[in-house]
């Protein structure tokens, strides 16, 4: 039995299916964004996931509930396939007052604690380090959670990346370090910045496990997640787990695009993870025509909403600029003690 | 309410037992701490107390402690870093300037970054130009950070307790020379309210606005001033920000006049930023210019002399002020 078939064999259909339409879903809210950049209704040059849909899919499936996420500027993905709903989540990339941050976090810093997702990231690299505090917490208070940091190639760079891996390795915590190598940093191709061809290489530096797995393969990924995650729960430490794909849209949506070779996106959609994964449902016989083009549409359809209800929404009330910038202090009670004695002087 | 003379160290370290103790949810990580007294000694027997889960020895890695405390506050910790020195800003400034002061804002207030990070500056020990900085100017220029910088013993153990338990970033700043400063503390338990001034010394004549280590140099000036026949008022904020404008402000207007003393570099510095403040508020109740008394505008100098040199001391308060007081106004 090869790998593929096990796999298929740990999920039930419903699960396969709702992978399926998990990643149906991340690509279609990905083009309602862009179409809401192309008409103008959208601002700050959101950052696209498609293409890279299996990687979040793949791992967010091995993941409960309680297990929590850190993301990246390129978080979309991330978010939805952690639970994040459409809805609040295009109204926060509008930065309407009925998003998840009532529109002052914007399409890079969506948040929401109770899903786990514990913000995505505007600095490349900068979730590392929060990634490794929440697997800390999880030791510390006994709680059982595993944190997946996603991040790309070009955080790996970073010494962000450097400080976090060998934290969370130096303590064993339960951290699943998801590169998602997508070919580019920003506009940079990997081999002009990274001696190394697999990112998952530097895993052996830390004293941790590394693996590369094909980041198209939604499976591969998923199998690579569970050992990662078992991995974590059994007090074993962190995994850099390497996923290689490729970003089908620019850095931003309104990049250039100059700096890739001709040809090159035509030949890696060849390699779109979406139907990959629909030829393997279908050779299962979980899947036929018509219930793809069923979930296509539904998904569609639930992505237009959200820009509906995103563009129906209110802006934050102008009063809402200076709120929220810090809590107000905890009364202190019967403690308070503002002063000691004030030294002799004339008043 | 019973007193007793103790260090601002033993004061930094009753309140960490104390909060530790209290809370299982507090736990310390720093660089050196944890082995006999560590560098700092503030955190001395806290490992043997509390175990080497919740005082934990790090690597040298700032950037990720300080965000590691970041994750761990908004998973229902409450966790202490110790940053060394101050300097090493520069090298973890990304967690806290881009992730932890702004958590809260870009969260929409659902984030709840609860975390203290202590660290200490100043000079005063000839170590050069990066470990002797005073940049809280750089600090409280973030919103959503809370900045505080005690000047006694009481303030120190009132103050970090409260700031454990807070639900901000809490940005502590030690001053190296206030270490072994001994001053009363009160046996009992007692919290010290944040975003409120203290005045530690009455007076009539003039406001000044001293912080940290500078606040003894104020009081000792206050001393010398009221010989002199000068009553000087000694506000220390205590919290820089947000700053308690209202106590200095009602201060300078009985005094009508304000010197602020700072030791961080003049230009930009926190001096200014109080200055510019109480400008804006008390403008028409002023007899004179708002003075500062900061550090000159250049790094810390290895030489013992001359960094004496280029921070303020008493003598050059007593300079600002009498100037000050002895000039007719405008």
Redesign the interface.
């Known amino acids: 039995m090869s790998n593929k078939e096990s796999t298929m064999a740990d999920l039930t259909k419903e699960e396969l299916l709702g992978m399926y339409r998990q990643m149906h879903r991340i690509r279609a809210f990905e083009m309602a964004v862009y179409d809401g950049v192309q008409r103008g209704v959208i601002a700050g040059g959101p950052h696209l996931y498609v293409g890279e849909e299996a990687v979040a899919v793949g791992v967010c499936t091995t993941l409960r509930p309680m297990d929590?996420i850190?993301s990246t500027h390129r978080g979309h993905g991330h978010l939805i396939a952690k639970g994040g709903q459409l809805k609040p989540m295009m109204a926060e990339i509008l930065g309407k007052a009925t998003?998840?941050?009532?529109?002052?976090?914007g399409s890079m810093?969506i948040?929401?604690?109770n899903l786990g997702i514990?913000?995505a990231?505007?600095?490349v690299g900068?979730g590392?380090?929060?990634?490794?505090?929440?697997?800390?917490?999880?030791?510390?208070?006994q709680?059982g959670?595993v944190?997946a940091s996603f991040f790309g190639d070009g955080a790996a760079n970073t010494?962000?990346f450097h400080?976090?891996l060998?934290?969370a390795a130096?303590?064993k915590l339960p951290v699943i370090f998801v590169c998602e190598n997508n070919t580019f940093a920003m506009f940079t191709p990997m081999e002009w910045t990274t001696a190394i061809k697999d990112l998952s290489a530097r895993a052996a530096a830390y004293g941790m496990v590394g693996t590369t797995v094909d980041g198209n393969d939604v499976l591969a990924v998923y199998r690579a997640a569970v050992e990662a995650r078992e991995r974590a729960l059994a007090g074993e430490g962190p995994t850099l787990l390497e996923c290689k794909t490729y970003r089908f849209l620019g850095h931003y949506v309104g990049d250039p695009e100059d700096y890739r070779k001709p040809g090159e996106v035509e030949m890696h959609k060849k390699n779109d993870p979406l139907p990959r994964f629909e030829k393997v449902l279908i050779e299962a016989g979980m899947i036929n025509k018509e219930l793809m083009q069923q979930m296509m549409a539904e998904t569609r359809q639930e992505a237009k909403e959200a820009l509906e209800f995103a563009l129906s929404s209110p802006d934050p009330d102008p009063s809402e600029l200076t709120?929220?910038?810090?809590?107000p202090?905890?009364p202190?009670g019967d403690?308070?003690?503002?002063?000691?004695?004030?030294?002799?002087?004339?008043? | 309410m019973s007193m007793r003379e103790i260090s601002y160290l033993q004061a930094l370290n009753e309140a960490l037992h104390e909060e530790m103790a209290r809370d299982m949810?507090v736990?310390i990580m720093g660089e050196d701490i944890g082995l006999g007294k560590g560098t700092l000694g503030v955190t001395e027997g806290l490992r043997h107390e509390f175990g080497p889960?919740?005082v934990?020895n790090?690597?040298i890695?700032e950037?990720?402690?300080?965000?590691?405390?970041?994750?761990?506050?908004?998973?229902?910790?409450r966790?202490i870093v110790e940053l060394m020195f101050i300097d090493l800003l520069g090298?973890c400034m990304?967690?806290v300037a881009?992730?932890v002061a702004k958590?809260?804002?870009?969260?929409?207030?659902?984030?709840?970054p609860a975390l203290v990070i202590r660290t200490q500056e100043g000079v005063g020990l000839g170590l050069a130009a990066q470990h002797s900085q005073s940049l809280e100017a750089w600090l409280v220029h973030i919103?959503?950070l809370?900045v505080v910088a005690p000047s006694?013993p009481?303030d120190a153990k009132?103050l970090l307790k409260?700031a454990v338990?807070?639900?901000?970033p809490v940005f502590f700043i030690e001053h190296k020379l206030l270490y072994s400063l001994k001053?009363?503390?009160?046996e009992e338990?007692?919290?010290?309210?944040?975003?409120?001034a203290?005045?530690?010394?009455?007076?009539?004549d003039v406001t000044i606005v001293a912080t940290s280590h500078q606040v003894q140099y104020a009081?000792a000036a206050?001393t010398t001033l009221?010989l002199e026949g000068t009553?000087?008022?000694?506000i220390d904020p205590r919290t820089l920000n947000p700053l308690d404008v209202e106590t200095i402000a009602e201060s300078v207007r009985r005094t009508h006049r304000l010197v602020v003393v700072n030791e961080g570099c003049r230009t930009g510095g926190y001096a200014s930023e109080v200055a510019a403040t109480l400008g804006e508020h008390v403008f028409e109740y002023l007899d004179a210019p708002i003075m500062r008394v900061a550090a000159k505008d250049a790094p810390i100098p290895a030489n013992l002399q001359l960094e004496r040199e280029v921070v303020p001391k008493e003598e050059d308060i007593l300079t600002t002020v009498r100037q000050m007081v002895g000039s007719s106004g405008w």
């Open positions: 929590y850190t998003g998840y941050c009532k529109g002052k976090g810093h948040a929401d604690l514990l913000g990231n505007g600095i900068g590392l380090p929060t990634a490794v505090g929440a697997a800390l917490s999880s030791k510390l208070k709680g959670w944190v010494g962000s400080e976090s060998n934290l130096a303590w709120m929220d910038v810090r809590r202090f905890k202190l403690l308070e003690r503002v002063s000691y004695i004030v030294e002799e002087g004339v008043g | 949810d736990f889960e919740r934990r790090t690597p890695s950037q990720a402690l300080v965000g590691a405390a970041l994750g761990a506050a908004l998973t229902g910790c966790p090298v990304d967690q881009n992730q958590v809260t804002y870009m969260s929409g207030g659902k984030a709840r919103p959503g809370i006694t009481f009132g409260t338990r807070d639900d901000n001053g009363p503390v009160p338990e007692y919290l010290v309210p944040l975003g409120v203290d005045i530690k010394r009455k007076g009539r009081l206050a009221a009553e000087a008022e000694v």
